[in-house]
């Protein structure tokens, strides 16, 4: 470990911390375009939470400390998983932290206690909310894990650092093994991230809505931690995607000469994510709520696939 | 006076069955009687903690012959690294117990006696060390049905409602049925055992036999089912739900706990110790067995609403994860992978001791509410939060512990299983290589489902508004409950962030029995980081995960809160119509809905809505009325036919019973020439 990654590291949760809301701006910017809509502009997110932040916060009279606690606690799990995924370079001080599964269980505790914080008011849309999202995540999660599993038995690891590694000592052959996990893992990250066509990030009270039923009683600053998380897991969960499956350009040894064509490959990647999200948001509908673990079901499918095809074609 | 692990351990035995003796003495004063004996079992309880812990890090074997028992049949004992460990996780939450049980049990004055309570919980306890240091088969049954016994009287405690007679005498019906399986599966072992009659029914004489693998297979089969029955294993679970809640909620924590470890110790001693060498199918049926329990005793606890019924049913899911690492185990050590097969055997020690503590505290927690508010109904609570906030913390520390969360100690567990299931396919076997990931996906369904089902028992209980009719005046459970509770929360922590003290302290067991251990590699890198086979395979470190979140969450907290204020209290927003109440918030039939709709062809629901229309128009009902009933697949389909069939057959047994002395003496006839005939 030299000095150079501990900076690395530093710089990447800044990253993250700094270019979630900008990486949202595209995604929504890139949807107002393919609708046909003029845009607010790349930089509207930061516009959004600085308003936020400087509102006063109003908390029903038996919000208990969950309620308080829970915003904080989102954004500590979201900046230590920003430390964990490799992102820039490989060489992280944090990386050794967590393998997949743990990271995949620090989004798993952000959730649970999002959950709680939606029946903590006993407002009906709350519970709700936390009911069917704690649905979505049960169904979500093994198919997730069928994915994670299926590329590191490829890789003989689960820590992503190493499975980065891996990828780039090896040739870039086109397995179907991965092939089938990836499809898997874009269809979670929609239902993770509650895009369309499980959730709509848009919507605000309606009767479908999900993400945004749990967190209606929140405002101020606590509403402004849970939209920036929400805009931090979307771009981490890109980034792990791209961790996992195509880590070409990412810096291998932890030197900061190799910063910034790392950084020229992270924004070029993300770009393309955001395409590729926006092109299935907007060619597609919001499913009714009992449709969704059949999506899921074909996540599944598609994992389960891939690691049949694994043992039995590699 | 020596003071070696295996002196400590049973004078701890006699302390506890010498405080059962001596506490009738004390009916008079009630207080006393509840001090002076959970305070000597607290007492006993930590030496038997001290003991087994000696016994592991030490890795000594002592044993000893005891001279009671039938004549030329003495007790043997014998205190080795596993009997240490189990001693371990009974005495450590019988520890936890007792001290809570000096509140919980208080809370009986005035409505009944509590002596019974007191003495058969001794006798429990007991029971459970004494089954854990048996070294021969009649010590083991004895002290096997010692256990059963009292844990039927503890269970028949509040006999005055006609369910926990109900539930005593299926509890009773099931371990005995068990208890048999298991006998015979000693008769099994014992007749091949060298040497003569008299010393045969040692585990020592087992372990030297040479056994045919017929016979080999039939004794584990014989002993796993009667395991299996004592664990609750799907589909001999019907007992558990209906038993374990209605007992007193301390002894239901022991029961849930310690009680089922027993069996999973039965399991590891006759297969791994006694046995020893055996076919990989064997672990394959473990392994199912397991899986099915996770996956259908998670699905269960989702429909209920009685927090303990609820709890109970956890307890098959958290049985079914240990016997799935287990499995692991075993597959892998019949095909001779001895560091894969210490990491599975590792991974369900280590979720053994972690259930018990967690689930330990949850029902300490469930008993606290039940306590402080007289109901066990999910659907009469809510709001406690406020009023109970000690222990509505350390609920949510074993909710999260439970839910397999970061940086609690189930999370430990499920993840060193999961590696396990990750190094399967060094396995020879094609078939197995292909199946046993699948195995790896219901582990992370029934962690995902065991979320949202603590999410929804945390939240309808302490959170939100109270449900009820009527408002019980609630309080906060006195400083010893709280003490044992906080006591049980603290160590689900500590479980979680140190997890590699913990391996290398538990490694000696793989080591002699699967001839491996996984501590050189899994703390290879100092106790911070836990790397299970290898630093490139996987690692993680709980304490960096813990202290990460902290100290972002303290600086965010830090950071915003620079300007003071600025939160202002108000009434719950209600989209202006001001007619909010409490009835309008989601409860746990609701919260379960989506999942019971997707996995309601597992069970028996029937579901139906009745209208009680309005004077006016149909479109405004008067009262509507949702009746919904879940029922188990498997009693219909198992138990059913068995109960009825032996009804049957008892009813034609009844004929010859008529109540004519002319025909009995017939029937004395009868067998008189019929021996008279075959015995001559």
């Known amino acids: ?314 | 006076m020596n003071y070696d692990p295996i002196t400590i351990a049973l004078s701890s035995v006699v302390l506890l069955l010498g405080t059962a003796l001596i506490a009738p003495l004390f009916r008079r004063s009630r207080n006393t009687l509840i001090n002076i004996s959970f305070i000597l079992a607290s007492i006993a309880s930590f030496c038997v903690v001290a003991a087994g812990y000696y016994a592991v890090e030490t890795a000594v074997v002592s044993t000893a012959t005891l001279p009671i028992g039938l004549p030329g049949l003495p007790f043997h004992i014998r205190l080795d690294a596993l009997a240490g460990f189990f001693l371990v996780v009974v005495g450590l939450l019988s520890f936890f117990v007792s001290i809570y049980s000096i509140g919980y049990v208080k809370g009986y004055a005035g409505h009944r006696s509590v002596t019974s309570l007191v003495v058969f919980y001794c006798l429990f306890i007991a029971g459970m060390l004494m089954v854990v240091l048996a070294d021969d088969a009649f010590c083991f049954l004895v002290a096997w049905e010692l256990m059963a016994a009292a844990s039927y009287f503890l269970v028949m405690f509040e006999n005055e409602r006609a369910e926990n007679r109900k539930a005593a005498l299926l509890y009773l019906v099931v371990a005995h049925v068990g208890a048999i399986a298991i006998l015979f599966a000693f008769g099994i072992l014992a007749g091949f055992s060298s040497g003569d009659v008299f010393s045969g029914y040692t585990f020592d004489a087992m372990r030297k036999a040479e056994i045919p693998v017929y016979w080999a297979t039939a004794a584990f089969f014989l002993s796993f089912l009667g395991f299996c029955a004592k664990a609750g294993v799907i589909p001999l679970h019907v007992w558990l739900p209906e038993a374990h809640p209605a007992a007193p909620s301390n002894v239901s924590a022991l029961m849930s706990g310690v009680m089922l470890k027993t069996a999973i110790y039965g399991i590891i001693r006759v297969t791994f110790d006694i046995i020893h060498v055996f076919p990989w199918w064997w672990g394959s049926i473990v392994l199912t067995l397991g899986l099915i329990s996770m996956v259908m005793g998670v699905l269960y606890a989702l429909m209920q609403h009685d927090l303990k019924k609820l709890l109970a049913y956890h307890s098959v899911e958290n049985i079914g994860i240990i016997l799935v690492g287990i499995g692991l185990s075993m597959i892998f050590i019949s095909f001779k992978l001895p560091l894969l097969a210490a990491l599975g055997l590792i991974a369900g020690l280590y979720h053994t001791i972690n259930h018990a503590v967690f689930k330990g505290l949850l029902f300490m927690g469930a008993g606290a509410v039940l306590h402080a508010t007289g109901e066990r109904n999910m659907e009469e609570m809510g709001g406690l939060i406020h009023k109970m906030p000690w222990t509505a913390a350390m609920f949510l520390v074993a909710c999260l512990s439970i839910s397999a969360l970061p940086p609690f100690n189930g999370f430990v567990s499920e993840w060193l299983t999961f590696q396990a299931f990750l190094l399967s396919p060094a396995l020879p076997n094609r078939i197995l290589i292909l199946l046993i990931p699948l195995g790896a996906a219901l582990l992370a369904l029934s962690g995902a489902l065991a979320a949202a089902c603590f999410v929804k028992a945390f939240g309808v209980t302490f959170l939100g508004h109270w449900r009820g009719h009527h408002r019980p005046h609630v309080h906060e459970v006195d400083w010893t409950m709280r003490a044992g509770m906080v006591m049980a929360g603290v160590t689900c922590l500590l479980l979680g962030i140190l997890p590699t003290i913990f391996i290398d302290w538990v490694d000696v067991i793989a080591e002699q029995f699967v001839g491996s251990t996984i501590s050189l590699s899994a703390s290879q890198y100092g106790w911070m980081w836990l790397t299970p086979v290898s630093y490139e395979r996987a690692s993680y470190s709980g304490i960096i995960v813990f202290i990460g979140i902290l100290v972002v969450v303290a600086a965010a907290y830090a950071l915003l809160h620079v300007k003071p204020g600025m939160i202002r209290r108000s009434h719950i927003w209600d989209c202006g119509f001001q007619k909010i109440n409490s009835r309008m918030q989601y409860n746990a039939t609701s919260f379960a809905q989506p999942i019971r709709r997707i996995f309601g062809f597992l069970f028996r629901i029937r579901e139906s809505v009745e209208q009680a229309p309005h004077a006016g128009h149909k479109a405004f009902p008067k009262k509507i009325t949702y009746y919904l009933s879940v029922k188990d697949r498997i009693w219909k389909w198992l138990y059913k036919p068995i109960v009825d069939s032996s009804f049957w057959l008892s009813r034609q047994a009844g004929r010859l019973q008529q109540g004519r002395i002319q025909t009995y003496l017939l029937y004395s006839f009868i067998t008189i020439l019929a021996l008279l005939v075959f015995l001559r």
Not at chain 1, 258 to 277: D, E, H, S, T
């Open chain 1, 1 to 314: 470990m030299s000095m150079d990654s501990f900076i690395i590291e530093a710089l990447q949760v800044l990253l993250v911390i700094g270019l979630a809301p900008a990486f949202a701006g595209w995604v929504r910017t890139l949807k107002c375009w393919f609708q046909g809509r003029s845009t607010p502009g790349l930089f509207q997110p930061y516009r959004d939470l600085f308003k936020l932040f400087s509102k006063e916060v109003v908390l029903a009279y038996n919000a208990s400390w969950i309620f308080r606690f829970t915003p904080y606690l989102l954004f500590g799990t979201a900046v230590l998983a920003g430390g964990i995924i490799p992102i820039l370079s490989i060489d992280l001080p944090l990386a050794a932290t967590a393998d997949v599964i743990v990271l995949i269980s620090l989004f798993a505790i952000a959730r649970f206690f999002l959950a709680l914080s939606g029946m903590d008011i006993g407002t009906a849309f709350g519970g709700m909310g936390s009911s069917r999202e704690m649905m979505i995540a049960s169904l979500a999660e093994p198919a997730m894990l069928m994915a994670i599993f299926t590329v590191s038995l490829v890789n003989k690891s689960t820590s992503l650092a190493e499975i980065v590694q891996v990828i780039y000592s090896g040739q870039l052959i086109l397995r179907p093994s991965i092939t089938f996990a990836l499809i898997a893992f874009i269809l979670i990250i929609l239902a993770e991230t509650g895009r369309i066509p499980v959730d709509n990030p848009a919507t605000h009270l309606e009767l479908t809505m999900i993400h945004e039923a749990m967190i209606l009683e929140y405002s101020g600053r606590h509403l402004a931690l849970i939209e920036w998380t929400s805009m931090m897991k979307l771009y981490l969960f890109v980034c792990l995607c791209i961790a996992a499956f195509a880590p070409w350009g990412i810096a291998v040894k932890g030197s900061l000469a190799a910063l910034p064509a790392a950084f020229g490959f992270m924004v070029a990647k993300l770009g393309v994510a955001g395409l590729i999200i926006v092109l299935i948001e907007t060619g597609l509908a919001k499913m009714r709520l009992f449709r969704v673990p059949e999506y899921l079901g074909v996540a599944f499918l598609l994992a389960t696939l891939g690691m049949l095809s694994f043992f039995i074609l590699d």
